[in-house]
Structure formats: structure tokens, C-alpha cells
């Protein structure tokens, strides 16, 4: 069974610092991978995918994630946080060999970035 | 994403209840989803539909019901609402070009109290 785990439920980092936010994955075969934000009372939004090609991905907002292939990981990252990344983060998973393509999500990690 | 609107935005109801949560959408998008997120959880699929006339359960579809009663319009229904159907909703839509490659625009979300 496919399945997203994102194993910190929240992260902590201070302004200025690198952060990292992990997402590992279980799938038969190649996925295509996604992460999402979620600012308080909006809904999500998309921040960056990796489909194909090299495996660092840039996104929106300075973030970027790499694809591990070998680790079935696919990280977010961003050299240097905000306060304004502070949000909940998901990473979801889209299967290649289901008829529907549907998104997996994980449960979601908080990260709080302090001044 | 103001594109993707959802009503009501809050509802608190009674156990037994009727309920709708209405969504529309401006994006010209063919395909379109219903979501519950509850916390530790992450989003999981109650219902999805690749227009109007094809209309699919997702992993939680029991208890829901749903109408695609336009393109741009998809409202989902709990036919005697139970309090574990307290959670957040989102309708989402996708673009049906290159499918599995694009990206989910989401809602601001209904929040769902049933007492």
C-alpha cells in the first residue's frame, strides 16, 4: 500500500537558519511527489513538485526539496527561514500505477520558525 | 486561493442534522475533490469527480454523499451528520491536462463542529 510519513509533527528553527522538514514514502514504482503549506485558516497550497529529471526541486517561496530515490525520501528545505514560514506542511505522494492517480497525503508537520 | 470558494466557512450542528457544504470553482477545472483533515491525520478522500457525470468514492466516502451539479459547482452532504464527522473540510480541483503531473488547488475549507 502507498503511504506518506512525515516523522516530525513539528520542527523548530529559528530565523535565519536552514530548515528542514522530512517526508519519507512507500510506493510501487516511480512516484510523482508534491508539498503543500498550510497557512492558519487558509486552505493548502502548493509549493513544489518533483515528476521527473533532477532530483532538486525549486519552489515557491525559497524552498526546494530533493528527491532520494535510494532513501525514498523527498526533504523540503529552505537555506534560510522566516517567521512567516510558520505553517503546517504536507507532503503527499501520487502513485504511478493507480488508474486514478489520487494523492496520498502524510499527516502533516508544523514548523515554527521564532524571531 | 480565492479561485476555489467554499460555504459555509463554519457550521456547527446537531447530531441527526441534514448538512451541505457548498463549493465553486472559477478555475475552468474538470476535476474536482472532497477532502475531511483531521489533526494527526493529514487529508484523506471522501469523494472525487472527473465531471459532471462521473462521480467516485474516495477511502472515507461512508456517511457522504456528494452533487456535481455544474462544472464549477461540487457540494458534498451528511445525510444525519454524527459527532465523528466533526473535522475540517476542503474541496480541491485539478486540471484534467496532464493529470498526474498537476497539482491540487484547494479552498479555504469549511470547519464542521456536529455536537
Known amino acids: 500500500a502507498q503511504s506518506v510519513a512525515q516523522p516530525e509533527d513539528q520542527v523548530n528553527v529559528a530565523e535565519g537558519n536552514p530548515l528542514t522538514v522530512k517526508c519519507t514514502y512507500s510506493v510501487s514504482g516511480n512516484p510523482y511527489l508534491f508539498w503543500y503549506v498550510q497557512y492558519p485558516n487558509r486552505g493548502l497550497q502548493f509549493l513544489l513538485k518533483?515528476?521527473?529529471?533532477?532530483?532538486l526541486v525549486k519552489g515557491s517561496y525559497g524552498f526546494e526539496a530533493e528527491f532520494n530515490k535510494s532513501q525514498t525520501s523527498f526533504h523540503l528545505k529552505k537555506p534560510s527561514a522566516l517567521v512567516s514560514d510558520s505553517a503546517l506542511y504536507f507532503c503527499a505522494v501520487r502513485p504511478l500505477n493507480t488508474g486514478f492517480q489520487k494523492l496520498v497525503f502524510g499527516t502533516g508537520t508544523r514548523l515554527l520558525v521564532s524571531p | 486561493d480565492a479561485d476555489v470558494t467554499q460555504t459555509p466557512r463554519n457550521r456547527i450542528t446537531k447530531t441527526g442534522k441534514r448538512i451541505m457544504l457548498e463549493c465553486s470553482q472559477t478555475?475552468?477545472?474538470?476535476?474536482m475533490y472532497w477532502y475531511r483533515q483531521d489533526p494527526g491525520l493529514g487529508l484523506r478522500l471522501i469523494y472525487y469527480?472527473?465531471?459532471?457525470?462521473?462521480?467516485n468514492k474516495g477511502e472515507i466516502s461512508d456517511g457522504y454523499s456528494v452533487s456535481r451539479q455544474a462544472q464549477a459547482k461540487f457540494s458534498l452532504s451528511l445525510e444525519s451528520a454524527i459527532p465523528n464527522q466533526t473535522a475540517l473540510y476542503f474541496c480541491a480541483t485539478s486540471d484534467r491536462e496532464l493529470a498526474a503531473y498537476n497539482e491540487q488547488f484547494f479552498g479555504p475549507g469549511t470547519r464542521l463542529t456536529v455536537l
Open positions: 469527480s472527473f465531471d459532471v457525470k462521473d462521480i
Open positions: 478555475k475552468g477545472h474538470d476535476r
Open positions: 518533483y515528476i521527473t529529471g533532477d532530483n
